[in-house]
Every structure is written in structure tokens, then in C-alpha cells.
């Protein structure tokens, strides 16, 4: 199957600092890609829609401001968490589908996750 | 937001033995699909199955699909320890913009030795 790359795979920083998390399609294009949060035992909850080219789209209660998400090019997508706090600590999942998504149904692929712990 | 409903929250079962997972869904959808997730990892589809379809199988893996109900189920068979993870439902919904999915609950399934 297609290959979905997330980076870092876990990351510790300072309350107050930014972090930045790619995701890279590394097969195929993806005009669209989507990022995920899950706490401990939970589900993913979509963060936000993130459009090649244009700007994201946020899901309800989700600040913008907080999570910046730029999608530059066919294959990557960043997610920064900017002026981090404890809070912000969680799970990060972004995914992919391919371009051919729009012929057919299609599976989403998965990044390998991204842990943050604000300190 | 979710809208996804997945029972039981939790599952123990022994090795050889069935494990069923129940989903249910809200609104109507294009599609459903079953993803796994060990332990602090990304997650890995398993199986895909259409609005126009009933019963759908793979391995050891066996869906259905009633969207009368708007819910679906997901069988392993012969359960192995390495069975064990997470399993989620999640749905590709009508009118869905863009293709996001709307992820279940879930199901963690421990499968002892």
C-alpha cells in the first residue's frame, strides 16, 4: 500500500515553543490530507482539512491560530503547534488519500504518529 | 466531531476464539472502513466496505454492512495474540467534501496466549 511518512516521531518541548510536524505522501499525491489528535484510550478526532494550495479547514473548537497547517505541495503537509502548553500534549495522526480518491472509494493512509509532550 | 458508536469499548478474549466489534453511525455514508492501531502507532486499514454492499471478506476478517441500522460489524476469526490492538470503524459520509473520515470509538481487543 501506499506510504504516508510523519515526522518527528516524538518530540519534547517547553511550554511556549513551537513545533513543527510533517507528514509526507511518499507514493502518491494528496491534494488533501487530514490531522488527527487522540488522547490516551480515545479515538481520533479530525483536527483539520489540509487543501494543497489553499487554506486549511478547521473542524469546530479547533483554533486556527494555534494550529497552523500549511500544505505546500503534493506531498507535504506541516502542522506547527505554536506557544505549545502542557495541554497541547497528545497524539498527532495525520493521513492521505490518494488523488484517484475522487474515481472510487478509496482507504486512507496513515502516518506513524507523532507523541508531544509540553514541559 | 465523531459519529461513530463502537461497542463493546473493551474485548478479552482466548486465542482461537471469535471476536466481534460492533459500529454505528449517524448520517448516511459512501462507504465504511475498519482500521487497526497497535499500541502507540498510526493506524492500518483492514477492510473497505461499500453503501451498496451487505457482507465483505478478507483472511480472517469478515464485515457487514446494514445501513437500514446504519451499523456495521467487524469479525476476526480464530483469534491470534498478535490480534491485539485497537480496531476502529470510521465512515466516508455522503456529501463528504474533500474525503475526511469520521473516526469511531473503538474497540481495544486483548487476545491472550
Known amino acids: 500500500g501506499a506510504v504516508v511518512s510523519q515526522h518527528p516521531s516524538r518530540v519534547i518541548c517547553k511550554s511556549g515553543t513551537s513545533v513543527k510536524i510533517e507528514c509526507r505522501s511518499l507514493d502518491f499525491q494528496a491534494t488533501t490530507m487530514f490531522w488527527y489528535r487522540q488522547f490516551p484510550k480515545q479515538s481520533l478526532m479530525l483536527m483539520a482539512t489540509?487543501?494543497?494550495?489553499?487554506?486549511?479547514?478547521?473542524e469546530q473548537g479547533v483554533e486556527k491560530d494555534k494550529f497552523l497547517i500549511n500544505h505546500a505541495s503534493l506531498t507535504l503537509s506541516t502542522l506547527t503547534v505554536t506557544s505549545a502548553h502542557p495541554e497541547d500534549s497528545s497524539f498527532y495522526i495525520c493521513?492521505?488519500?490518494?488523488?484517484?480518491?475522487?474515481?472510487?472509494?478509496?482507504?486512507?493512509?496513515f502516518g506513524q504518529g507523532t507523541r508531544l509532550t509540553v514541559v | 466531531s465523531q459519529q461513530g458508536e463502537e461497542d463493546p469499548q473493551a474485548l478479552s478474549i482466548q486465542e482461537g476464539e471469535n471476536a466481534t466489534m460492533n459500529c454505528s453511525y449517524k448520517t448516511s455514508i459512501n462507504n465504511l472502513q475498519w482500521y487497526r492501531q497497535n499500541s502507540g502507532r498510526g493506524l492500518v486499514h483492514l477492510i473497505l466496505?461499500?453503501?451498496?454492499?451487505r457482507e465483505k471478506h478478507s483472511g480472517r476478517l469478515r464485515v457487514t454492512l446494514d445501513t437500514s441500522k446504519k451499523s456495521s460489524s467487524l469479525l476476526i476469526t480464530a483469534s491470534r495474540a498478535a490480534d491485539t490492538a485497537s480496531y476502529f470503524c470510521?465512515?466516508?459520509?455522503?456529501?463528504?467534501?474533500?474525503?475526511?473520515?469520521?473516526f469511531g470509538q473503538g474497540t481495544e481487543l486483548s487476545v491472550k496466549p
Open positions: 470510521a465512515t466516508d459520509f455522503e456529501d463528504n467534501q474533500g474525503g475526511k473520515l469520521i
Open positions: 489540509s487543501n494543497e494550495g489553499s487554506k486549511a479547514t478547521y
Open positions: 493521513s492521505a488519500r490518494d488523488l484517484e480518491y475522487r474515481q472510487g472509494d478509496t482507504e486512507a493512509f
Open positions: 466496505i461499500r453503501s451498496n454492499e
